[in-house]
């Protein structure tokens, strides 16, 4: 098992920045990829970005590339995701995932990933 810890969420105003945390702990070494997903009211999950544990090869979406930065610790026990110039249309629950199965590069589908965190709440006033 793997347990996914988020921290780091709040409210903003929109051109601000928030730095998100997810502590992962129990059977890590499983895992090679992490990924960020939100969750807006009324929304289906979105991917935010991904990043390998072992490479540190990253994929951002389209809608933060530029905004949103993807990044782990050196011990591969906490990824974090740099959120700047953040938008109203940015507000979401934010979920941190691992995923076990072994492939060269992070995938993108919810539905590719073992284990979720708890999730974060982001709200961007304008």
């Known amino acids: 098992q793997v347990q996914l810890v988020e921290s780091g969420g709040g409210l903003v105003q929109a051109g601000g920045s928030l730095r998100l945390s997810c502590a992962a702990s129990?059977?890590?070494?499983?895992?090679?990829?992490m990924g960020w997903f939100r969750q807006a009211p009324g929304k289906e999950r979105e991917f935010v970005a991904a990043i390998s544990w072992n490479r540190g090869n990253t994929y951002v979406a389209d809608s933060v590339k530029g905004r949103f930065t993807i990044s782990r610790d050196s011990a591969k026990t906490t990824v974090y995701l740099q959120m700047n110039s953040l938008k109203a249309e940015d507000t979401a629950v934010y979920y941190c995932?691992?995923?076990?199965?072994?492939?060269?590069?992070?995938?993108?589908?919810?539905?590719?990933?073992?284990?979720w965190g708890q999730g974060t709440q982001v709200t961007v006033s304008s």
């Open positions: 995932a691992a995923d076990g199965t072994p492939l060269l590069f992070p995938r993108i589908g919810a539905s590719d990933y073992d284990y």
């Open positions: 129990g059977r890590t070494w499983t895992m090679y990829h």
